[in-house]
């Protein structure tokens, strides 16, 4: 009843009520920022709780001194200054290592004792300030007193730390700052209790109690100012945190690259238009889309050139955009696109702007090109009911277009893309065939027709499939091709036919196909070198064939690549020669070695004058130029005999030798080639380990 006795007549209440305020307003601040401390990790976590304690101590430091101000004392007073700001030190320590505690360890018993320290604080600062405060009179404590309001800050402050760390029930930050405020009450108004002064009779002056509101407002209002300051430092951090909520959110569901939607945010979308759709009765189309030439951007004019077309085709397909219709970057060069509609004219409509853009061309610097695309197209509900079925078939649908060079968009048609799925899951293992070691080399003799003698071998690759068996280079090497694998594949082949001629007790030549993506791969003479170096062959002994389509995509840059390879000392074969693009200044200004004559030829020199003419124009423009010519595809001994009379260097073909592997060549190797006995005639795709028929455009 005392202590309600000095709060009540020994006190001026307003000056109270800002003190409560103060205490309030503070509390609320420092328990914020302890919240939002405990949200953070290391150095960021003491900034906050630095910042907290700051809030604390300052607001429990401006209550006390408010209430010390509102204690009618009626006696001369003044303050020790030093010992004044050594109690604000011990106030913003203390709570600061108390906080520190506190969120130490969260599950142990520290939150508690951690509001413990702070309470232990905010008594020693009660006691220094009032040591600090000079009243000109006989001063007693009363010790009961004294402990009782030590005993209410410890418990209270635990009591409140306990809550806002642990947080047991839905009110917990309320409680925990009620808790603190009554704590700083409690301890402060029990304290000043223990205080009993008798003034002198000096006839000393009082201070003016005016002056003393003045004061007591001054000090609140810089409490108010520190605790507006980590309010503002908690809305400046809340803003920075939700930008970068917005950011990762925007990094999560768009690529980085383009800006656009990527295929999470296209998924999130595809499934609310499902939705829709089934609720509306209306129908939603799912679009793939493949650039066809993205990759050539970037092998002749570098990564930034193919970012750059990225990016503006992505801003082109943004633009056309109108109600119901979404376009999305899947990865790398592919892209989905979703059409809400009810009419069928609308979805052509909407397929012929993706096209019209797609086909716009692009400027990139003084470079003009055109990317292409191919389209497929799957409908719900006719394609697919579910989201995972109608994208797989609109995938599907868009590998079709891939293969056929003449369509641009195809719509999905069951029977039609079962083959699709197939040669996309042989795509899919094709990848793996190098790691899993289901690629194999085998080698067809390659012999002078002149003496019979072998001068080298051809490496063919083949691959055994675990599920489809062998399956021919015809149908696994464009798609090698089409999907980036011949570039791993291309150097295995290399590496292995290397090591394997590295090996043998004579040293014959070992040709090798190389395809026009490896051409066009700018690391490829980088690579030949190290293969040579690493498996110890002769340079000379490495035969590198490429056709001429491989020439005629970018005349200088394969010219500048086979000088390079001509500086290791390999030799350059053309192959396929007489199809295609044959011409007498391919000849002239590339540094051939060798000219393969095409097999068609060797097919009908027996009955045909005019395959009869052109083999021997060839043969005599090799002698012209002063370089080799071997024909493919001998199979029969008048072909050979036919050879031989026009004069023509070396052959190859199953007369002479079928591709086998090495360990099967050993013993046949032995015997003189053209005396071998012919073989019945069988028909063989003869495929490299890099040819294949390219995609046209």
């Keep these: 009843m005392r202590v309600i006795s000095v709060f009540l007549t020994e006190h001026d209440l307003r000056l109270v009520l800002l003190?409560?305020?103060?205490?309030?307003?503070?509390?609320?601040?420092?328990?914020?920022?302890?919240?939002?401390?405990?949200?953070?990790?290391?150095?960021?976590?003491?900034?906050?709780?630095?910042?907290?304690?700051?809030?604390?101590?300052?607001?429990?430091?401006?209550?006390?001194?408010?209430?010390?101000?509102?204690?009618?004392?009626?006696?001369?007073?003044?303050?020790?200054?030093?010992?004044?700001?050594?109690?604000?030190?011990?106030?913003?320590?203390?709570?600061?290592?108390?906080?520190h505690i506190a969120l130490r360890y969260k599950n142990g018993q520290l939150p508690e004792a951690g509001g413990a320290f702070i309470g232990l604080a905010l008594a020693a600062m009660h006691y220094t300030g009032m040591m600090a405060y000079r009243i000109d009179g006989v001063i007693a404590w009363?010790?009961?007193?004294?402990?009782?309001?030590?005993?209410?800050?410890?418990?209270?402050?635990?009591?409140?730390?306990?809550?806002?760390?642990?947080?047991?029930?839905?009110?917990?930050?309320?409680?925990?700052?009620?808790?603190?405020?009554?704590?700083?009450?409690?301890?402060?108004?029990?304290?000043?209790?223990?205080?009993?002064?008798?003034?002198?009779?000096?006839?000393?002056?009082?201070?003016?109690?005016?002056?003393?509101?003045?004061?007591?407002?001054?000090?609140?209002?810089?409490?108010?100012?520190?605790?507006?300051?980590?309010?503002a430092a908690y809305i400046i951090d809340t803003k920075a945190t939700e930008d970068m909520a917005q950011r990762l959110h925007h990094l999560a569901h768009n690529d980085a690259l383009t800006g656009l939607p990527n295929r999470a945010r296209f998924a999130e979308n595809l499934?609310?238009?499902?939705?829709?759709?089934?609720?509306?009765?209306?129908?939603?189309?799912?679009?793939?889309?493949?650039?066809?030439?993205?990759?050539?951007?970037?092998?002749?004019?570098?990564?930034?050139?193919?970012?750059?077309?990225?990016?503006?085709?992505?801003?082109?397909?943004?633009?056309?955009?109108?109600?119901?219709?979404?376009?999305?970057?899947?990865?790398?060069?592919?892209?989905?696109?979703?059409?809400?509609?009810?009419?069928?004219?609308?979805?052509?409509?909407?397929?012929?702007?993706?096209?019209?853009?797609?086909?716009?061309?692009?400027?990139?610097?003084?470079?003009?090109?055109?990317?292409?695309?191919?389209?497929?197209?799957?409908?719900?509900?006719?394609?697919?009911?579910?989201?995972?079925?109608?994208v797989n078939n609109a995938e599907l649908a868009m590998y079709r277009a891939i293969a056929d060079a003449t369509r641009i968009t195809c719509f999905y048609e069951a029977r039609m893309d079962e083959a699709s799925r197939a040669r996309h899951s042989l795509a899919q293992d094709l990848r793996h065939a190098v790691e899993l070691n289901q690629l194999?080399?085998?080698?067809?003799?390659?012999?002078?027709?002149?003496?019979?003698?072998?001068?080298?071998?051809?490496?063919?690759?083949?691959?055994?499939?675990?599920?489809?068996?062998m399956v021919s280079p015809v149908e696994f090497i464009p798609i090698a091709e089409e999907t980036g694998a011949i570039l791993p594949i291309g150097e295995w082949v290399l590496r292995t036919a290397c090591r394997e001629a590295a090996s043998w007790s004579v040293p014959h030549k070992i040709a090798v196909n190389l395809s026009p993506v490896q051409f066009a791969n700018a690391d490829l003479a980088r690579v030949v070198h190290e293969v040579l170096l690493q498996t110890d062959l002769s340079p000379s002994r490495l035969e590198l064939e490429l056709t001429e389509s491989t020439i005629i995509a970018d005349k200088a840059r394969t010219l500048?690549?086979?000088?390079?390879?001509?500086?290791?000392?390999?030799?350059?074969a053309i192959d396929d020669f007489g199809t295609g693009y044959s011409s007498l200044s391919t000849l002239r200004e590339f540094p051939f070695d060798k000219i393969k004559l095409d097999r068609s030829f060797m097919n009908e020199v027996e009955h045909s004058q005019q395959a009869k003419a052109v083999v021997r124009a060839v043969l005599s423009l090799g002698?012209?130029?002063?370089?080799?010519?071997?024909?493919?595809?001998?199979?029969?001994?008048?072909?050979?005999?036919?050879?031989?009379?026009?004069?023509?260097?070396?052959?190859?073909?199953?007369?002479?030798?079928?591709?086998?592997?090495?360990?099967?060549?050993?013993?046949?190797?032995?015997?003189?080639?053209?005396?071998?006995?012919?073989?019945?005639?069988?028909a063989e795709a003869h495929v490299g380990p890099i040819r294949g028929r390219r995609r046209a455009g």
């Design 19 to 99: 003190a409560a305020f103060v205490a309030l307003s503070g509390s609320w601040v420092a328990l914020g920022l302890f919240h939002r401390a405990g949200e953070k990790l290391g150095t960021q976590r003491y900034g906050w709780t630095f910042l907290a304690a700051v809030a604390a101590g300052a607001s429990v430091w401006c209550t006390h001194f408010i209430s010390i101000l509102a204690f009618d004392v009626r006696a001369p007073i003044s303050f020790d200054p030093l010992l004044t700001m050594f109690s604000l030190l011990i106030a913003i320590a203390g709570c600061g290592t108390g906080f």
């Design 142 to 231: 009363s010790t009961g007193y004294v402990v009782a309001s030590i005993a209410m800050a410890v418990v209270l402050c635990a009591m409140a730390l306990r809550q806002a760390v642990r947080k047991p029930w839905a009110h917990a930050h309320h409680a925990a700052m009620g808790l603190f405020v009554l704590a700083d009450l409690s301890m402060h108004f029990t304290g000043m209790t223990a205080l009993s002064v008798t003034p002198p009779a000096t006839g000393a002056p009082l201070v003016d109690p005016e002056l003393l509101v003045a004061m007591a407002i001054a000090i609140a209002g810089v409490s108010l100012i520190i605790a507006g300051t980590g309010v």
């Design 271 to 390: 499934g609310h238009e499902i939705v829709r759709a089934k609720s509306e009765n209306s129908r939603v189309a799912v679009i793939g889309i493949d650039l066809d030439r993205f990759k050539e951007i970037n092998d002749l004019r570098g990564l930034e050139a193919g970012d750059a077309a990225l990016r503006n085709i992505s801003q082109r397909l943004s633009q056309l955009l109108r109600d119901g219709e979404f376009v999305a970057r899947a990865g790398g060069d592919e892209f989905a696109a979703s059409k809400r509609f009810s009419e069928q004219g609308d979805l052509l409509d909407f397929i012929s702007r993706l096209e019209g853009v797609l086909f716009a061309p692009i400027h990139l610097g003084d470079f003009q090109t055109v990317t292409g695309a191919s389209l497929g197209v799957a409908v719900y509900p006719e394609d697919g009911d579910t989201q995972e079925r109608l």
């Design 440 to 469: 194999e080399l085998h080698y067809q003799v390659q012999t002078s027709i002149a003496s019979g003698e072998i001068c080298g071998y051809e490496a063919l690759l083949r691959w055994r499939h675990p599920v489809h068996g």
């Design 560 to 572: 500048h690549i086979l000088r390079q390879l001509k500086t290791l000392g390999v030799t350059i």
């Design 623 to 682: 002698k012209t130029l002063e370089i080799k010519v071997l024909a493919e595809g001998v199979e029969t001994d008048q072909q050979l005999v036919i050879l031989r009379s026009e004069g023509c260097d070396e052959a190859q073909g199953y007369l002479l030798g079928k591709p086998q592997p090495m360990v099967q060549l050993v013993h046949s190797a032995k015997e003189p080639a053209v005396d071998r006995k012919l073989p019945e005639p069988r």
